[in-house]
Nanobody, 126 residues
Framework: HLQLVESGGSLVQPGGSLRLSCEAS????????IGWFRQSPGKEREGVSC????????KYADSVKGRFTVSRDEAKYTAYLQMSSLTPEDTAIYYC???????????????????WGQGTQVTVSS
């Protein structure tokens, strides 16, 4: 399993932006599907976005489409989730996840992934 370390969570005002980072411990992300998930109190973990290992397939949940962008920097072993136009409904703990695989599609279900970051809190409030 990969060791993933997340950072970037913070308190931000509605309409603001944040970039979350997910750094893998010395392993290139080139061979891994990357998933981003979030969980609010009392709710199930929700898929936000995923990127296939090839980078050719990226998916977004309808709730974040057009506002969130996922990317990765292979040289830095880091994946990113750029979030903009944030609303209070985006408040949650955000997790990145990884699974070594090859395939055209990326995985959208949390139970598909075997490596997880510790989570980072994003709070959107005025």
């Amino acid at each position: 399993h990969l060791q993933l370390v997340e950072s970037g969570g913070s308190l931000v005002q509605p309409g603001g932006s944040l970039r979350l980072s997910c750094e893998a411990s010395g392993f290139t992300l080139r061979y891994y599907d990357i998933g981003w998930f979030r969980q609010s109190p009392g709710k199930e973990r929700e898929g936000v976005s995923c990127m296939s290992s090839s980078g050719k397939t990226i998916k977004y949940a309808d709730s974040v489409k057009g506002r969130f962008t996922v990317s990765r920097d292979e040289a830095k072993y880091t994946a990113y989730l750029q979030m903009s136009s944030l609303t209070p409904e985006d408040t949650a703990i955000y997790y990145c996840a990884a699974l070594r695989r090859s395939g055209y599609e990326c995985l959208t279900r949390p139970e598909s992934y075997d490596s997880w970051g510790q989570g980072t809190q994003v709070t959107v409030s005025s």
